[in-house]
């Protein structure tokens, strides 16, 4: 879904605002009356949403209480089952695992609500995928929905970001966590704003109350990772007004922000009180993604300032996260030309202290619609082996509709190809795999290719549909195989 911003915003002039938090004593002392315009009764002194509401776990390997989180258990020298289980699943020592998770440089989501697969992200680890679902207020259908969920699970994501726009959010939510074992992200954001629009005519009547409890109500539910859109503050809209863009700004989640601070001349206030976001995150086990509202849409406005501003800023406040034992990755841009891809990473991953990069795509090419997830397949691949660890799937559908189940599938199949590609040079062993094909094809051996290959059905399916007279070569070359002609005169 493209959000635009009014090009006559870009041309405004710069009003003065203030940075929170101030207290009340400040108001009064400051001679600057431009501090009249902010509501103090909602920075302080914050009702605990969840208070009247029983926090007991649900199932899962998760076993901390507040205050007890993965991260201090692994500062602590203390190795858990997730750290075990994430040890097996990458041939990485349980001892590195736990480092990694101390140092902020890998994340472990889990949920103190449900049982999920433990995927590790991360330095050192394979790159993960995610597949985003989820409704919008045109297509409201949960069946629909369910069923992509189960086709980005078939295909082989590592996880689920949920994140509807239309219909009933809690029970979508609850339909999609019920449908899937992977952990299941969101962006409390859209429902807080969309809520506003419906009950107040509009998302800049968004309460800052409103936007912690549905936050804290959506942890509850089993979401175990979320996109924070924290780093678009006065600094940063300003950096966005002054360099303009060309295809203005296109994140839903930084269009909402941006025009609620604009029209309440308000600071942002996941940023103004990102101290107790964090009591938030810490108390439901959540790991936070540092959301990309300043990402670009199109790739001459890659690499700008308002996307490095937003950067810096969320890096600061990643740092400050880790301190508090939580988990937290940082999310990168959307649309980079191949020139710009590995300034990116490398700007990412120095200016974060290696904390693990969520890659959104990227799109390298703004001129392929139908063919996005091609595109970012590209983008993804050179990103991952750039040290990129966590790519954002894109589906055929992308820039042009709601994707449907079987989109999902090609999606996340185009990301994993990627993912891969990346890992053969981040990673190195990951080519063992591409060593038995090579082996395979030349023995002709057709059982050993089908297990090998990253989809065997289709691979299998499309033999089967044109399947040769001699069934040791295949109807591509029919008798003039170049490997059954080598063959008979020498073996490798």
Request: proline share 4%.
């Amino acid at each position: 879904m493209l959000v635009c911003i009014p090009s006559s915003f870009f041309s405004r002039e710069s009003k003065r605002m203030v940075r929170y938090p101030v207290t009340e004593a400040d108001y009064r002392d400051s001679k600057n009356n431009v501090l009249s315009q902010i509501n103090f009764t909602c920075f302080q002194d914050k009702p605990d949403f969840v208070q009247n509401q029983e926090n007991k776990p649900l199932s899962g390997l998760c076993r901390n209480g507040y205050g007890m989180s993965i991260v201090a258990d692994a500062k602590r020298g203390i190795v858990t089952e997730e750290m075990k289980i994430v040890a097996a699943q990458e041939g990485v020592t349980e001892d590195f695992v736990r480092r990694s998770v101390a140092g902020g440089h890998i994340v472990i989501p889990v949920s103190p609500y449900r049982k999920v697969k433990i995927c590790g992200i991360g330095e050192g680890l394979r790159t993960k995928v995610n597949a985003s679902i989820g409704t919008s207020t045109d297509i409201v259908n949960i069946p629909e929905e369910i069923e992509k969920a189960k086709q980005a699970e078939l295909a082989g994501a590592d996880t689920l970001m949920e994140l509807s726009t239309g219909g009933d959010f809690v029970e979508i939510r609850k339909q999609i966590i019920a449908n899937t074992s992977l952990s299941v992200g969101c962006v409390p954001l859209y429902q807080a704003f969309i809520e506003a629009a419906i009950k107040d005519g509009a998302v800049v009547n968004m309460k800052e109350d409103d936007l912690f409890r549905i936050t804290a109500e959506q942890a509850k539910l089993g979401t175990n990772f979320m996109a924070i859109h924290t780093g678009i503050n006065w600094e940063t809209i300003k950096r966005l007004r002054n360099q303009g863009r060309h295809a203005g700004l296109v994140s839903r989640g930084g269009a909402f922000m941006t025009a609620w601070m604009l029209h309440n001349e308000k600071e942002n206030p996941l940023y103004a009180e990102f101290d107790y976001l964090l009591e938030i995150m810490k108390e439901h086990e959540v790991t936070l993604s540092m959301g990309n509202g300043m990402r670009a849409g199109a790739i001459h406005d890659a690499t700008d300032r308002a996307g490095i501003q937003e950067l810096l800023i969320n890096a600061e406040l990643a740092d400050k996260a880790h301190k508090e034992n939580v988990q937290v990755i940082v999310e990168g841009p959307g649309h980079v030309p191949i020139d710009e891809i590995a300034t990116n990473v490398q700007l990412m991953k120095r200016v974060t202290n290696n904390k693990p990069f969520y890659m959104l795509g990227p799109i390298v090419t703004d001129i392929a619609p139908g063919y996005d997830d091609r595109v970012a397949a590209i983008g993804a691949a050179i990103s991952s082996s750039l040290g990129a660890d966590f790519i954002c799937y894109v589906t055929p559908a992308e820039h042009l509709a709601l994707p449907t189940p079987a989109e999902v599938y090609e999606g996340v199949m185009s990301s994993r190809i990627a993912a891969h590609v990346g890992d053969m040079i981040k990673l190195k062993k990951t080519r063992d795999l591409d060593l038995e094909m090579g082996h395979a094809r030349r023995d002709l051996d057709w059982a050993r290719q089908f297990a090998v290959a990253m989809n065997p059905a289709r691979a299998q399916a499309i033999r089967n549909e044109r399947m040769p007279a001699d069934t040791d070569g295949c109807t591509m070359c029919g008798d003039y195989c170049a490997i059954k002609i080598v063959n008979r005169h020498f073996k490798f």
